[in-house]
């Protein structure tokens, strides 16, 4: 089917606009708050955003791709929508390869997508994404596994606070004392770093990371970092008090002047008081 010509409406949230556009065979790119869903007649070929590592990070941290071949890739397809495609007649990387680090990133992604289900913002018919086509994904199977893991996620910690926030240690066992991968997880929280900026760190699943946070914040030894709270406002100063910077007696009122030696003289005084 081609791409509808006209856009669908944007008020409703993003799982049932995604199914409508699936049923309709779309083609292009569907934005939300937290990303960007794109389709390929009707059905998911990425999904990027912005608290996800991409697949990019996830290709070079974990050392199956060296970072210069990325952007080598980047600058001989991108243009042209192929850069999956030059990955893999390049040599660089193996079509298996990618096809699974493609879906696992794809899968993170979509889960801050739905994971509120908040209103979708627009959808561009014919947008595509740079990478070009690795593995379509059924828009229902999206739905389904975003579904999942929130549900589990749920069940290992209720707040997911712990999933965006910056997160803190608190008093506890030593990483080293911890399951392998929780201990790993936990060594790189610093009070500073995200889920997705640890999961980058270890060159990991972002779902994978947010499992062993979850587990850890149940365990009471991690927290999302407080925001720091607003500076008080200054009190209000009433209208017949004098303006000055500190205090001090009033000054005494001057004679009446012209008007230009009047406005000169209350620059001086406000420049004086501060």
């Known amino acids: 089917m081609t791409t509808p010509t006209r856009a669908p409406r944007t008020d409703e949230p993003a799982s049932a606009l995604l199914s409508t556009l699936a049923a309709q065979g779309a083609t292009g790119a569907l934005s939300t708050e937290s990303g960007i869903v794109y389709l390929a007649t009707g059905h998911v070929v ?17 050392g199956a791709l060296a970072p210069d071949g990325w952007w080598e890739a980047i600058d001989r397809a991108g ?29 993170d992604a979509a889960y801050f997508v739905l994971a509120h289900d908040g209103p979708a913002l627009r959808f561009r018919p014919g947008a595509a994404h740079w990478l070009g086509a690795v593995r379509s994904v059924p828009v229902e199977t999206v739905l389904r596994e975003s579904r999942r893991r929130r549900e589990l996620l749920h069940r290992i910690w209720p707040e997911p606070a712990v999933d965006r926030a910056p997160l803190a ?34 060159a990991c699943r972002t779902f994978h990371t947010l499992v062993e946070l979850r587990r850890l914040a149940a365990a009471g030894l991690v927290a999302p970092v407080a925001p720091p709270a607003p500076a008080p406002s200054p009190p209000p100063v009433p209208a017949s008090a004098p303006v000055s910077a500190e205090p001090g007696p009033t ?24």
């Open 79 to 107: 243009r042209r929508c192929r850069v999956g495609r030059q990955l893999v007649d390049s040599g660089q990387l193996a079509a298996g390869a990618l096809e699974l680090c493609h879906l696992g990133a794809l899968f």
């Open 46 to 62: 990425h999904v990027e955003s912005a608290v996800t590592p991409d697949l990019g990070d996830l290709l070079t941290h974990s």
């Open 251 to 274: 000054p005494r009122p001057a004679a009446p002047d012209e008007p230009d030696t009047a406005l000169l003289r209350r620059l001086l005084h406000a420049l004086e008081a501060l």
């Open 169 to 202: 240690r608190l008093p506890g066992p030593d990483a080293a004392d911890l399951p392998v991968r929780r201990g790993r997880t936990l060594a790189q929280v610093d009070g500073v770093r995200t889920a997705a900026q640890i999961a980058t760190a270890l």
